[in-house]
Nanobody, 128 residues
Framework: QVQLVESGGGLVQAGGSLRLSCAASGRISSIYGMGWFRQAPGKEREFVARITWSGSTTDYADSVKGRFTISRDNAKNTVYLQMNSLKPEDTAVYYC?????????????????????WGQGTQVTVSS
């Protein structure tokens, strides 16, 4: 079992910044990678960014590339999502998720089905 707790969401004006955190606990040694997803009202949950636990690989959705940065601090078992130049269309509930080592070759890492554990979500609201 892996437990994930997100924090750092809030209300920000367009052009502003926020940093989301996702603290992991439990079977840390079995985690292959971590992902951030988001779900806006009335829309499906979508991929935002991911990082391997080693930090060697990162990947971003085109909509956030150049504005968002994913990173991790293994000593703190925490993954971050630095969000800059925020836009109203970034408004959503943001979820972090853990991809286990057993899943690394089963489905594409941008797919939700690649992730076995999810946090509770944190709301990000960007006002225009």
């Amino acid at each position: 079992q892996v437990q994930l707790v997100e924090s750092g969401g809030g209300l920000v004006q367009a052009g502003g910044s926020l940093r989301l955190s996702c603290a992991a606990s439990g079977r840390i040694s079995s985690i292959y990678g971590m992902g951030w997803f988001r779900q806006a009202p009335g829309k499906e949950r979508e991929f935002v960014a991911r990082i391997t636990w080693s930090g060697s690989t990162t990947d971003y959705a085109d909509s956030v590339k150049g504005r968002f940065t994913i990173s991790r601090d293994n000593a703190k078992n925490t993954v971050y999502l630095q969000m800059n130049s925020l836009k109203p269309e970034d408004t959503a509930v943001y979820y972090c998720a853990a991809q286990m080592i057993s899943r690394q070759y089963t489905t594409p890492p941008r797919w939700m089905s690649s992730y076995d554990y999810w946090g509770q979500g944190t709301q990000v609201t960007v006002s225009s």
